[in-house]
């Protein structure tokens, strides 16, 4: 069975840091791009990092302040998040995939709030 699980998610202050992680069973995640994505209350999804190979995409809000990169021996797509903003909460989801309204893998996300 193919899964995505998302990990890492919690309650930080502004200009803290959190690191996310996607965790795949079931198939390689080296075989695909990955994608990163939130929603947050009341919004559209939104796609904030992609990995394809080993080329890392970010979206312009994010730029400078999330690195994603592949763990190969663990299986899993890494999201580092610093500086990090209010207007960063939301919850974040991981797919097998760089963009949206395509079929794809999804994970059940993982809750971030920046708060102080």
């Known amino acids: 069975q193919v899964q995505l699980v998302e990990s890492g998610g919690g309650l930080v202050q502004p200009g803290g840091s959190l690191r996310l992680s996607c965790a795949a069973s079931?198939?390689?995640?080296?075989?695909?791009?990955i994608g990163w994505f939130r929603q947050a209350p009341g919004k559209e999804r939104e796609g904030v990092s992609c990995?394809?190979?080993?080329?890392?995409y970010y979206a312009n809000s994010v730029l400078g302040r999330l690195t994603i990169w592949r763990d190969h021996a663990k299986n899993t797509v890494l999201l580092q998040m610093n500086s990090l903003k209010p207007e960063d909460t939301a919850v974040y989801y991981c797919?097998?995939?760089?963009?949206?309204?395509?079929?794809?893998?999804w994970g059940q996300g993982t809750q971030v709030t920046v708060s102080s």
């Open positions: 797919a097998t995939t760089c963009v949206l309204n395509v079929k794809a893998s």
């Open positions: 079931g198939f390689s995640l080296d075989d695909y791009q």
């Open positions: 990995i394809s190979g080993s080329t890392a």
